[in-house]
């Protein structure tokens, strides 16, 4: 977060899921401010526009992975463009779209981070495979292609596989996790915080430990994925997959706060803001006031 200079790149892309409407999430973000809100934090912010998602329409489909050349065709085009970002020293911003651009998004960090630590803000894991999905919505395996499981086309993006590690993985505020995607938790002993953990032990306590951890991982960067059904419906109404009983919008505001404070976040990415599905642009809203949080806005 010492990086002063800001990269955002707008992924309007909803080929990880059925419904439409987040693709026009780049665009409600920037309507909601958050180019002005960076710079009137400090920030040097250069917008990079948003990458070209090409709108097709196929006359057959797999229906353990739905859209696949497109969701290959934007992951291959975000990679490129994170790369050219990290590449010129800017911290890159990234704006969904749907959660399926994480593929993009780590296989462009895996070209400077070889042991990328990852805060996974999400009320879902999504790290099932074709073989365990039960919708083939690509938008729930980005974690698992991102370690190597899954379709062999989207694990090999950019020749790096996999591109992170999971012991290197925190996923905060699940509570929605297909019973695969379980085994595979399990199996690789991937550290989860469930909406059980955040009320016992508090969200200060939960982004200690993480904090902690990550830094006994000896991680060479830090990338937060936020997803913005992390947070309860009642604060962000605009999502595709909402689910109740998730973390409040002060606890979200705390983590992102601590976060900053520690100074370790090299990259984020704010996904699944659909604006069909909002209230006057109240999630969007929700995401840039995080942002701000995230890169030091303070009240006094």
Same mark, same amino acid.
Request: glycine share 10%; proline share 2%.
């Given at each position: 977060m010492d990086n002063k200079k800001i990269s955002v790149i707008g992924v309007p892309s909803d080929y990880g899921q059925h419904r439409r409407g987040v693709d026009m999430g780049p665009s409600a973000i920037r309507y909601a401010g958050v180019i002005e809100r960076l710079e009137n934090i400090g920030y040097e912010v250069k917008d990079e526009g948003d990458?070209?998602?090409k709108r097709k329409v196929n006359a057959q489909q797999d229906p353990a992975l739905l859209n696949l050349g497109e969701v290959i065709e934007v992951?291959?085009?975000?990679?490129n463009k994170i790369e050219e970002v990290i590449k010129d020293e800017r911290f890159p911003l990234i704006l969904g779209g749907d959660h399926s651009i994480?593929?993009?998004t780590?296989?462009?960090?895996?070209? *400077?981070?070889?042991?990328?630590? =990852? !805060?996974?803000y999400d009320a879902h894991a999504d790290i099932n495979t074709p073989e365990t999905s039960p919708s083939g919505n690509i938008h729930g395996m980005p974690l698992a292609i991102s370690i190597g499981l899954g379709n062999e086309r989207l694990v090999n993006i950019n020749?790096?596989?996999?591109?992170i590690k999971p012991e290197n993985i925190i996923i905060i505020g699940a509570r929605s996790v297909d019973p695969g995607e379980r085994e595979i938790i399990k199996k690789l002993g991937i550290k989860v915080y469930t909406m059980h953990e955040i009320d *016992?032990?508090?969200?200060?306590? =939960? !982004?200690?430990r993480s904090i902690a951890y990550l830094k006994e991982q000896k991680v060479d960067g830090v990338h937060l994925s936020l997803d913005l059904d992390g947070i309860d419906p009642l604060y962000t109404p605009g999502v595709g997959t909402p689910v109740p009983g998730g973390i409040t919008y002060r606890e979200s505001h705390l983590a992102m706060e601590m976060l900053?404070?520690?100074?370790?976040?090299?990259?984020?990415?704010?996904?699944?803001?659909n604006p069909i599905l909002d209230e006057r642009n109240k999630t969007a809203d929700a995401?840039?006031?995080l942002m701000g949080s995230l890169f030091g806005e303070k009240l006094v």
């Open positions: 990458i070209l998602v992951s291959i085009q975000l990679s994480s593929i993009g780590f296989a462009g960090l895996a070209t *400077r981070y070889k042991n990328l630590g =990852v !805060i996974w020749g790096i596989a996999p591109k *016992r032990l508090g969200m200060a306590e =939960v !982004i200690e900053e404070e520690v100074g370790f976040i090299t990259s984020a990415e704010f996904v699944e803001v995401a840039v006031a």
